[in-house]
């Protein structure tokens, strides 16, 4: 999968250089490029935001460096990755929610584009622009606002990497994990089976396979009703007998 993000902190995007992402990269599963904002502005000072039309807080990023960042992209996109238009993804609290199964979706894709947004966000004829060349996805980590898109985006790109076949050694790992089945993931213990007078449950020491599964499930069931509730449909939000 090749990966290309536009940011003024390319870098933010240093640490996909390290562990598995890092890993992946140098394996050639990976390719991560990222692109400096700031060297598609032409100006004296390299500016890439301006005030707002009609008056308001804050700068809001120019179209054109915009623009040309993502036309160079795309244009070396169709030289190594064929005809299929990439996601064109803008981080934003504004945009639909992100998540596994977000994830999922994007881990099928060839190219992805990440436009790291900062100040009060990007002019918005850049998304309607960027809808020429790929298909746009705004997407929200979460109900929360962060100081620009780097962040997000970088949750975002360990997310879908770790979805890559091959990136994550042990492909099991990936089944039985929070999320993956609607529910949040069971509780897990390793050695030793007394520690600070804290025991880990018998059933997991049983070496009974159909018992610790079915253990786990309800863990899964009941962590999810009290922790994430919204999570389950309205007859398990009940508590177990
Ligand atoms: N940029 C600022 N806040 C954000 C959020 N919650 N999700 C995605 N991008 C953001």
């Not at 030289?79 to 994007?106: C, H, K, M, N, Y």
Request: charge should be negative.
């Amino acid at each position: 999968m090749r990966i290309d993000v536009v940011s003024i902190f390319p870098t933010f995007f240093d640490v996909l250089e390290v562990s598995l992402l890092g890993k992946a990269r140098d394996r050639g599963l990976l390719d991560v490029r990222v692109h400096d904002l700031r060297d598609h502005a032409h100006d004296r000072h390299r500016s890439v935001d301006d005030t707002p039309y009609g008056g308001g807080a804050g700068m809001v990023m120019k179209p054109e460096p915009w623009g040309q960042a993502l036309d160079e992209i795309v244009a070396s996109s169709d030289a190594d990755a064929g005809t299929v238009r990439p996601v064109i993804i803008f981080p934003s609290p504004a945009g639909e929610l992100f998540s596994q199964a977000t994830a999922r979706e994007l881990a099928d894709e060839p190219h992805l584009v990440f436009g790291c947004g900062r100040y009060e966000g990007i002019d918005e004829r850049v998304f309607d622009y960027a809808a020429t060349l790929g298909r746009v996805r705004l997407m929200s980590l979460g109900d929360y606002v962060l100081n620009g898109g780097e962040v997000a985006a970088m949750a975002m790109i360990e997310a879908v990497g770790r979805l890559i076949p091959g990136v994550v050694g042990n492909p099991e790992s990936l089944v039985e994990e929070s999320h993956e089945d609607g529910l949040l993931e069971y509780p897990s213990y390793t050695k030793p089976a007394s520690w600070r007078g804290r025991e880990v449950p018998d059933v997991l020491l049983s070496g009974h396979h159909a018992r610790v599964a079915d253990w786990r499930r309800a863990q899964q069931v009941e962590r999810t009703r009290i922790r994430r509730p919204d999570l389950l449909p309205a007859a398990e939000t009940e508590p177990q007998a």
